[in-house]
């Protein structure tokens, strides 16, 4: 079956993906801000050879925060979730791939495999912008 099926499975398949990954990302981005603070995350990303720290933690904390809200909401879906995929692939090949699988890269590879696919496949037809175009009578 085709995601754009307009079955039932089809319409919500990607809704508890898109939920969950996106609170994943969101909850690991407001720990960045409010527990770590821009600073702790700045001065880790400069142990484990980062460039330009400070800005990095920054970027990463908006693309987890404003990412993941995006994929719970299915707006800009694709975008956000490569921008996530792209950060996981960077988190496995410079912290995560030395400690092997099994507690080592294993969630950042399921992040990864699960951000690819919603890059690929967008939000699918349950998303705050196409219920918006559905109610106001205007293409999504």
Excluded: C, N
Aim: charged content about 10%.
């Amino acid at each position: 079956m085709h995601v754009q099926d307009s079955s039932w499975a089809g319409d919500w398949g990607l809704v508890p993906l898109r939920l969950v990954v996106g609170l994943v990302f969101v909850v690991h981005g407001a720990q960045k801000l409010f527990v770590f603070g821009f600073g702790g995350a700045a001065g880790f990303m400069a142990k484990v050879g980062i460039p330009l720290p400070s800005v990095a933690a920054v970027v990463v904390t908006a693309v987890e925060i404003l990412g993941g809200l995006a994929l719970v909401l299915g707006l800009g879906t694709r975008v956000a979730a490569a921008l996530l995929a792209f950060e996981m692939l960077v988190a496995i090949l410079t912290v995560r791939l030395k400690m092997g699988f099994v507690g080592g890269y294993e969630f950042e590879l399921t992040l990864l495999a699960a951000s690819l696919s919603l890059a690929l496949l967008g939000a699918g037809p349950v998303s705050v912008r196409k219920i918006f175009a559905r109610r106001t009578g205007t293409a999504a």
